[in-house]
């Protein structure tokens, strides 16, 4: 099996995943087909929504369906010609107790279908579940990976490993680094369904996360149960590749409707925010007259279009660079999307290492959240960790930062070329979101591909006067010039790097405060005081 990635933003990617009937394009939305009642034919989720795997349950075609689909094979019973995945029939565990099956009885049974990718059967640790009961659907998962890894015949079925551990992260750290060890095609992420209906969705980041960092990244993570729209943008930055849901159709039959943003009911909506087929051709009213089971049909391919357009909407943003810059909007949403954006900060360094240093596009910083995204990180890192200021400079001029980017190429900045030109100078600019910039790496990606609101928020200001403290900590300048404006990132730093000063024995001036600090008269007082201090 190979899983080959093309495009990678956070620790979300595009890649291909080859199976026999056909490659899987990640992240990918598998829907739900029951085998048995289904609103929206396999035919038409291929030729239609022109989506090329599905996820069926392998448990109800063996109870329903086995004699027809050993027969003809998994593919003819659905009439669905691309790829198909089936689950062992792990989800009825949870839902019914126990199912009548054994392990490698339903993995024969999948093989013989010819399934393309196969879930084994896991024991899904579920929600309301004590840490004895965790502990044993972790080793009974294991125990049943190792029987049905033996049992299997077929070369070319991928073989899915589920993670369990429910919300003991220890338990899931320990199911992870134990499935890797199995020869799995695809990881997946049991039981977070209970946990996602319940909007807990920085506890989902934690498994996730703890998942993740747990398993070989060369290989595919598939989340169960996640079909929202709203939070597939977030669960894909985290790693997920591939998801499976039915709630396009679960829905679709409660009369609700789907947006990226949150779900409506059909009843209450007046005007239909959406262009797909369904929507242009009807109203909410047209829907709600039409008999119950056309307009559950109606509802459900509004739902799933929306669910394949946000899917679309990740891929565009990994090749953008700026599925960050999605999640923030999409976490504005909700709140509970919100409070996940704000969990991600303890991963913050682990998806830094992950996500590529340069990007098609610029970044647009949204806000304190984005404080936590990689490039924030990686320019912080970068300024403790590996840069050293030019040799010989023993005077750190600090500079406001002005509109035009790079810096160095701005009239204000040109107003200083004999300062610039000054050895025993080194230049930096102080302002938002990096804190500070060193004048000769201003060109170096994204700082000056980055826009940023000012005047900024508390906390990002809180954070820029932390970093223009530490870079100047963390360096050997005799003195420090502040050349301040009437900000309050500026008004901040001056009592700060007065009282670093005073404690380090450094030189620290100002050489001037002020609303023009670019008029002739206070690029002339920051000459003399460079000359006074030099
Ligand atoms: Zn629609």
């Known amino acids: 099996m190979s899983f080959e990635v093309t495009s990678k933003d956070l620790l979300g990617r595009i890649g291909t995943i080859d199976t026999k009937s056909g490659k899987i394009e990640t992240p990918h939305l598998l829907p739900v087909v029951n085998p048995l009642t289904q609103p929206i034919s396999p035919e038409d989720i291929l030729k239609i929504f022109r989506c090329n795997a599905i996820i069926t349950n392998a448990y109800l075609v063996k109870k329903n369906l086995a004699s027809e689909a050993l027969a003809n094979g998994i593919h003819r019973v659905l009439d669905y010609d691309s790829v198909v995945v089936t689950d062992s029939g792990a989800y009825q565990i ?9 392990p490698d009885e339903i993995a024969l049974f999948q093989e013989a279908i010819g399934t393309d990718v196969a879930v084994i059967l896991d024991v899904p640790t579920g929600w309301a579940t004590n840490r004895t009961r965790a502990a044993w659907t972790v080793n009974e998962t294991i125990r049943r990976a190792d029987l049905t890894l033996k049992a299997v015949t ?19 750290a320990k199911s992870a680094k134990e499935m890797s060890q199995r020869p799995f095609a695809v990881y997946s992420l049991g039981s977070p369904t209970p946990i996602m ?34 939070m597939l943008a977030l669960v894909t930055a985290l790693g997920c590749d591939l998801f499976d849901s039915a709630s396009y159709a679960i829905f679709a039959k409660q009369g609700r409707y789907l947006t990226e943003s949150g779900t409506l009911r059909l009843r209450e909506i007046e005007y239909f925010p959406c262009s797909c087929p369904v929507c242009q051709r009807h109203t909410p009213k047209d829907l709600i007259e039409l ?54 900060k303890k991963y913050a360094q682990f998806i830094e290492r992950h996500t590529p240093s340069t990007k098609k596009k610029g970044l647009l910083y949204l806000g304190p959240h984005g404080l936590s995204r990689p490039e924030i990180i ?80 508390l ?12 870079h100047v900590a963390s360096s050997n300048y005799e ?36 609303d023009t600090p670019w008029r002739k008269d206070a690029v002339k007082a920051l000459s003399n005081t460079v000359r006074r201090v030099g």
């Not at 949870?94 to 054994?102: D, F, I, M």
């Not at 073989?159 to 003991?168: K, L, R």
């Not at 906390?459 to 530490?470: D, L």
């Open 291 to 344: 008999d119950r089971t056309e307009a559950e049909r109606k509802l459900a391919e509004h739902n799933l279009f929306i669910c394949l357009e946000e899917i679309r909407r990740i891929k565009q943003a990994i090749i953008e660079g700026r599925l960050w810059e999605l999640i923030e909007i999409r976490a504005r949403s909700h709140p509970s999307l919100l409070q996940a954006l704000g969990a991600l």
């Open 94 to 102: 949870l839902e019914y107790g126990n199912v009548e099956v054994q």
């Open 197 to 230: 209906e319940r909007y807990m969705f920085d506890r989902l980041t934690d498994m996730i996360m703890t998942a993740k960092m747990n398993i070989p990244l060369s290989k595919p993570l598939h989340l169960f149960g996640a079909g929202h729209p709203f």
């Open 154 to 172: 077929r070369s070319d079925v991928l073989w899915e490993g589920p993670i369990q551990g429910g919300t003991f992260l220890d338990l899931v």
């Open 459 to 470: 906390e990002t200001e809180r954070y820029c006067a932390k970093i223009v403290q530490e």
């Open 479 to 514: 003195t420090v010039v502040l050349h301040a404006t009437n900000d309050s990132l500026s008004r901040r730093l001056i009592p700060s790097l007065r009282r670093f000063s005073k404690e380090a024995k450094r030189r620290f001036t100002i050489s001037y405060k002020g």
């Open 378 to 457: 990686r320019h912080r890192l970068r300024l403790i960790e590996s840069y050293r200021s030019p040799k010989a400079r023993q005077i750190l001029v600090l500079l406001p930062q002005v509109h035009k980017k790079p810096y160095h190429t701005s009239p204000q900045l040109a107003s200083l070329s004999t300062i610039l030109r000054d050895r025993r100078i080194h230049v930096c600019v102080y302002g938002f979101p990096y804190g500070v910039v060193p004048l000769e790496i201003d060109d170096v990606y994204p700082l000056s591909q980055t826009e940023s609101p000012t005047p900024t928020d």
